[in-house]
């Protein structure tokens, strides 16, 4: 596709369930990066992955947060028993390398009630 | 440890007035990135430039330049001649040489009225 594609684009659950949210990068991005912005706050780090291995998950906040990509391209976010601090919008970015510009998507908002 | 810091939350300014808004840095790193995006109401954060730490020139591109100055450690943003349609949050972002993660400022929102 032309951009980063996020879906869904809202989501909506209960606190204690299970969500997952997927992101489809830029065709040929190699370099895949997962980031969580709450309200009025810049966007924070959360995994990284170059190819299908995750270089760097020293952003994911606890054991609840999974993150896979399989087959080097989509990634799934995965979090369990949500909470309602789990609210926000999560980011999803690609890039050609590791120095180079990252191309964010639309988001998906995430509200845990 | 990397940090940004966008000292102004908001500016508000009326059409066709040029506008600067500041980015301040920290890092260890002597190779780093810098990055402005903006993100307008959409919410989509779009790219607009990105500098290495080895490159101080100034850069222009339109309305929009960029002033970067290592003595100082910032990265700050001028809009020429405002236009409505430059109201959004922007952004200014690091990264370090050594590593992936990408770190953001809070950001700045910037109101461009009539």
């Known amino acids: 596709g032309a951009g980063v594609s996020q879906t869904p684009s809202n989501k909506v659950t209960e606190k204690g369930k299970y969500v997952e949210l997927r992101c489809d990068p830029i065709s040929g991005h190699t370099a895949l990066y997962w980031y969580r912005q709450s309200l009025g706050q810049g966007p924070e780090f959360l995994i990284y992955f170059q190819g299908t291995g995750a270089a760097d998950d020293s952003g994911l906040p606890n054991d609840r947060f999974f993150a896979v990509r399989p087959e080097g391209s989509v990634s799934t976010l995965k979090i369990q028993r949500t909470e309602r601090g789990d609210s926000a919008v999560y980011l999803c970015?690609?890039?050609?390398?590791?120095?180079?510009?990252?191309?964010f998507g639309q988001g998906t908002r995430l509200t845990v009630v | 440890a990397q940090k940004v810091t966008q000292a102004q939350t908001e500016i508000s300014v009326v059409e066709k007035e040029d506008v600067t808004l500041d980015c301040v840095y920290e890092?260890?790193?002597?190779?780093?990135?810098l990055f402005w995006y903006k993100q307008p109401p959409s919410g989509e954060l779009v790219f607009l430039i990105r500098?290495?730490?080895?490159?101080?020139q100034n850069e222009i591109s339109g309305r929009y330049s960029w002033n970067f100055q290592k003595s100082t450690s910032s990265f700050n943003f001028t809009i020429t001649a405002s236009q409505v349609v430059d109201s959004a949050v922007y952004f200014c972002a690091l990264k370090e040489g050594s590593n992936y993660k990408l770190t953001f400022g809070k950001g700045t929102l910037l109101t461009v009225n009539p």
């Open positions: 970015a690609s890039s050609s390398g590791r120095v180079t510009e990252a191309f």
């Open positions: 500098r290495n730490s080895f490159d101080e």
């Open positions: 890092t260890r790193d002597t190779t780093y990135y």
